[in-house]
């Protein structure tokens, strides 16, 4: 039977909007649309070194299995967009870590929609990112958006500057329809992709991604994809930036989630210049602290292999003589592209 339906679920709209979601739509619980797809792409390696995603595949693909009993997912978009202007000098960090860590944001809102969910007879579990669920899955089959070719999950209303996270619950809810997807003849995001990494339209091979290479990489990042990486210290956003349906982006109402000015204040040689101490005083509420150290540094050498000059050189060579073989690595390499460069 239905929960008392439509005066709960447009109470759960209000709270959502009210807590400052910016759409909230609901699907029914089951086996996950495309979970086929999921369990191939994890059999392929596409996830690489994500060994996360080859955990609990039967939870990732039901909530049913998360939540005894759960009948609805209640997914919900924050928008982050944080402007398109990029500040900083001489590199590039992804938008969605331009200042505070969106898991701990997110986190405390779901935590209130939670407990009025439970006031109204639910019982949930909540997340954002990190949960095994195949969030844009759901997202996709409660209509909150469709998934570009990019896989990104594009909002008519705001494009796809937004963060997607959910609540599985016993409630009944009404499911809401699903949009048509609307990237037509567009293949921008799949034509600009630096690595190739879409590899077909809503086909991604993550071990190519360069928000894969610079985050959750834990090594050496290959050579065939160093140049590629060009001046991104942290993640990447071309096949958002280039999508057309970002005309339609709106600034974040949330302060948090816009450029933080002791981030960007700081120089590629800055960053180049960071003990381990005055890396986590920079990035203590940000993403990238979840990075550490010593992976921030691999990123910043291969960023200034590509675009330094002879600025960067002395720090360079003092990183090149790291105990970490990883740091020295990309440090000597980062030497050798500036002096080529320079000297042609
Ligand atoms: C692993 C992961 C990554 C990996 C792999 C990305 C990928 N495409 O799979 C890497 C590290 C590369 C990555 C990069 C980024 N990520 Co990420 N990532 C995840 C994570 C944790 C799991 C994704 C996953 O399960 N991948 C496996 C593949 C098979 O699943 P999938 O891409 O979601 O595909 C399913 C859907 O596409 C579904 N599907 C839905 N609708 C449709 C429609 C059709 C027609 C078809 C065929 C399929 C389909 O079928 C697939 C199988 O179920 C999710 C959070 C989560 N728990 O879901 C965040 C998440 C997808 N990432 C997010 C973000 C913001 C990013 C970056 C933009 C960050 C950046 N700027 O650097 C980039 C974007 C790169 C890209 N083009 O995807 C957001 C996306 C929000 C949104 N609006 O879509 C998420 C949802 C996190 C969050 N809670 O907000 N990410
Ligand atoms: S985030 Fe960058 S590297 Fe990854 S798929 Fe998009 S454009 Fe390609
Ligand atoms: S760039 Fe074009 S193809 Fe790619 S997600 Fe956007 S509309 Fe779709």
């Not at 701990?104 to 969910?117: H, R, T, V």
């Not at 909540?126 to 990104?152: C, H, I, Q």
Request: hydrophobic share 35%.
């Amino acid at each position: 039977m239905l929960h008392s339906s439509e005066t709960t679920k447009n109470n759960i709209l209000f709270i959502a909007k009210q807590l400052g979601f910016f759409e909230c739509r609901i699907s029914t619980v089951k086996r996950a649309t495309h979970a086929d797809r999921y369990l191939d792409w994890v059999e392929q390696g596409c996830a690489g070194e994500m060994k996360w995603l080859e955990r609990n595949k039967e939870r990732r693909v039901h909530p049913g299995e998360i939540v005894d009993g759960a009948k609805s997912v209640i997914s919900l978009a924050y928008n982050y967009f944080p402007g398109n202007d990029h500040p900083g000098h001489g590199y590039k960090i992804a938008r969605y870590a331009w200042n505070v860590d969106y898991h701990n944001i997110i986190e405390e809102k779901l935590k209130d929609l939670d407990l009025a969910l439970s006031e109204m007879g639910g019982t949930q579990r909540y997340y954002v990112d990190t949960g095994p669920v195949l969030e844009r899955d759901f997202a996709t089959d409660a209509g909150l958006g469709w998934n570009g070719k990019s896989t990104v999950q594009i909002h008519p209303k705001i494009g796809n500057w937004f963060f997607l996270c959910e609540l599985i619950s016993t409630l009944n809810l009404e499911a809401d329809s699903p949009l048509r997807d609307h990237c037509g003849k567009c293949t921008k995001c799949i034509d600009h992709c630096p690595t190739d990494a879409i590899t077909g339209p809503r086909e991604m091979d993550a071990r190519r991604c360069i928000s894969y290479l610079t985050i959750e990489n834990p090594g050496a990042i290959p050579l065939e994809f160093r140049k590629a990486i060009g001046d991104r210290i942290y993640g990447c956003d071309v096949c958002l930036e280039v999508c057309p349906w970002n005309r339609f982006a709106k600034l974040s109402h949330d302060t948090k989630l816009h450029a933080k000015g002791a981030i960007f204040e700081k120089s590629l040689n800055d960053f180049l210049k960071l003990s381990p101490e005055s890396f986590n005083q920079t990035f203590a509420q940000s993403p990238i602290k979840r990075i550490k150290h010593p992976r921030f540094l691999r990123n910043a050498c291969v960023v200034a292999g590509n675009v330094g000059s002879s600025k960067e050189l002395p720090q360079l060579k003092i990183l090149s003589q790291s105990d970490d073989p990883l740091i020295a690595e990309h440090a000597q390499w980062a030497v050798e592209e500036i002096e080529t460069r320079v000297s042609q």
